[in-house]
């Protein structure tokens, strides 16, 4: 099982970027899936989730800026964030099977991680 993010990068206020997960090794269809981020000194925020039936959520942070989707045919997670913030410059990881629980970010596959950069 691998997942390999993808898409990452510097990018102004208010610009967007649309970062990818691709995942190896076994079929996303019947998984949940999402995005962490993680920014040096603050912990592990979930971001965004979509289910293996499509329903999604959003941390109230990015709702209505990132929008999760999900392609089974490629075996791939998305992450369309626009409207960018300074804020949401962290380290940004795909997951499987996301469960954020007492403010603590756990998941069964994780990948490397992709940087995202916004500047003001």
């Known amino acids: 099982v691998q997942l390999q993010e993808s898409g990452g990068g510097s990018v102004q206020s208010v610009g967007s970027l649309r970062i990818s997960c691709t995942a190896s090794?076994?079929?996303?269809?019947?998984?949940?899936l999402g995005w962490y981020r993680q920014a040096p000194g603050n912990e592990c925020e979930q971001v965004s989730m979509?289910?293996?039936?499509?329903?999604?959520y959003y941390a109230d942070s990015v709702k209505g800026r990132f929008t999760i989707s999900r392609d089974n045919t490629k075996n791939m997670v998305y992450l369309q964030m626009n409207s960018l913030k300074p804020e949401d410059t962290a380290v940004y990881y795909c997951?499987?099977?996301?469960?954020?629980?007492?403010?603590?970010?756990?998941?069964?596959?994780w990948g490397e991680g992709t940087q995202v950069t916004v500047s003001s």
């Open positions: 997951v499987t099977e996301p469960t954020f629980d007492g403010g603590r970010c756990y998941a069964v596959d």
């Open positions: 979509i289910s293996s039936g499509g329903d999604t």
């Open positions: 090794g076994f079929s996303i269809e019947n998984s949940d």
